[in-house]
């Protein structure tokens, strides 16, 4: 179990990579919104491979992956909705200042789309017995660009620099958790109930990649964004097939 926690810090210490990068160098909207546009191509491929045909190896019933698909979905959706109300919709947004009221809701925001991809970490550890490279490298690069983007939105709405990487560190931790708890979710679980957790973390972050990542990806790396998504989506199945 200390494995899969200390997996799961590993892929979203970006976070404070992501934000140090954003306080120290200046980063440029196309290069963001192409390392988004790469994520999610990982991401996508992650879902497709190491989630939901895992989940039906698992139970053999599609009944089981699709409650699981659209639970996810349904779950994301209510949450991100109560961000939004919360003020925290622009969270991923590059470069748009985030007022010092809405703190609390980009918090809530961050750690809603981080929890089901470091949840994921601790689901593929335990399936099969090792961690999956192809997940830890979605959840590490969705996680930088993100990381940057809020960073620069904090900071000019007058967070100190301090504050901000405590926030990540934070934010790390709890992710850290997620990786964690997703290996206890499965353990000793039922093929069919295995089946539901793995799907659900699929629909969640399906849902993720289309409301908020993808959207940001294609605004600030424009027509280059659908060659980097099909790059990240090509090299995370190739990582996944040689594994």
């Not at 895992?54 to 109560?82: H, P």
């Not at 929890?115 to 099969?128: F, K, Y």
């Not at 590490?140 to 939105?153: I, K, M």
């Amino acid at each position: 179990m200390l494995e899969a926690l200390a997996w799961g810090l590993l892929a979203s210490s970006s976070l404070v990579l992501g934000g140090l990068l954003a306080l120290r160098v200046s980063i440029g909207r196309l290069a963001l919104g192409l390392v988004m546009a790469f994520g999610a191509g990982v991401l996508i491929s992650a879902v497709a491979f190491e989630l939901v045909e895992e989940a039906f190896e698992e139970s053999q019933l599609l009944r089981d992956v699709a409650l699981g698909l659209f639970a996810g979905c349904a779950a994301f959706s209510l949450g991100d909705a109560l961000v939004d109300r919360l003020g925290g919709e622009g969270r991923k947004s590059i470069g748009r200042k985030q007022a010092g009221g809405a703190a609390l809701a980009i918090v809530l925001g961050i750690v809603l789309d981080g929890i089901p991809e470091s949840a994921v970490i601790g689901l593929t550890l335990l399936e099969g017995g090792a961690v999956s490279a192809a997940m830890l490298v979605a959840v590490f690069l969705s996680n930088l660009p993100e990381a940057v983007a809020a960073t620069a939105g904090l900071a000019a709405g007058g967070w100190r620099p301090s504050r901000i990487l405590l926030l990540w560190g934070g934010v790390t931790a709890i992710s850290g958790l997620a990786a964690l708890a997703g290996y206890g979710l499965l353990e000793g679980a039922s093929p069919s109930v295995g089946a539901f957790v793995l799907a659900f973390a699929g629909g969640a972050i399906l849902t993720m990649l289309a409301d908020t990542m993808m959207p940001e990806a294609f605004e600030h790396g424009g027509k280059l964004a659908g060659i980097f998504t099909t790059l990240g989506f090509a090299t995370a199945f190739a990582v996944s097939a040689f594994e």
